[in-house]
């Protein structure tokens, strides 16, 4: 039997997983490619922009964080353009609130992604539910229905497929949700901890 016809068989809650699973796969690609810490903190990119500001070019460091396109040069920059006076005190917050806004950007779909995990197993559970309803349908419609296997097929095979699909989606969402914030928990620290070493390298910060 095809996963078409399974899918078939599965009724419109299969079809409607299916399409959360499709949402799913994509979050969870797209967040492979992006939560990359080699990517988002570069470590060269760290030394380099400590280089610049621990010697007061700061006009250096803000060309270098241009032409740079990384999230720790992009928030560098932003704090920079935002710190008014020079100090330690207001660069480390203008970085932490830049931070915490470009955060947010490689966070999106997380929650959806989390969203699938916790829904999908409950549609399977309406799946099956639609499916025994259809069974107990079919039961008490008579006699003849009764010798029609094919119609209570059908309602088992939607019962349990439904809730076998659910639980396929739900259980690599969840999943790679807790890798993904895993990675996310570390991204955020490294970030942290990089603006703290620029502002205690930033030339004339108190």
């Known amino acids: 039997m095809s996963v078409l016809e399974l899918l078939q068989k599965s009724g419109i809650i299969g079809y409607f997983l299916l399409f959360l699973s499709v949402i799913s796969v994509a979050i969870i ?28 070019n700061i006009g250096d460091a803000v060309e270098f964080c241009k032409k740079r396109k990384s999230f720790l040069t992009s928030i ?55 499916g025994m309803i259809k069974i107990f349908g079919v039961l008490t419609a008579g006699s003849t229905a009764i010798g029609n296997p094919q119609e209570l097929s059908a309602g088992i095979a939607e019962a349990l497929l439904t809730t076998v699909f659910g639980l396929l989606v739900a259980i690599p969402a969840l999943f790679m949700y807790n890798l993904f914030q895993r990675k996310l928990d570390k991204i955020a620290a490294e970030v942290e901890s990089a603006g703290v070493l620029i502002a205690n390298n930033f030339k004339g910060l108190k």
């Open 29 to 56: 690609i797209e967040k492979f490619i992006v939560l990359r810490l080699s990517k988002l903190v570069p470590k060269e990119d760290l030394r380099l922009i400590v280089d610049f500001l621990s010697e007061g």
């Open 76 to 130: 560098v920059l932003d704090a920079l353009k935002n710190i008014g006076k020079p100090t330690k005190e207001n660069f480390l917050n203008a970085f932490e609130v830049t931070a915490k806004r470009k955060f947010m950007e490689i966070e999106r779909g997380m929650p959806l992604l989390a969203t699938i995990a916790a829904v999908s197993p409950l549609l399977g559970l309406v799946g099956t539910v639609l």
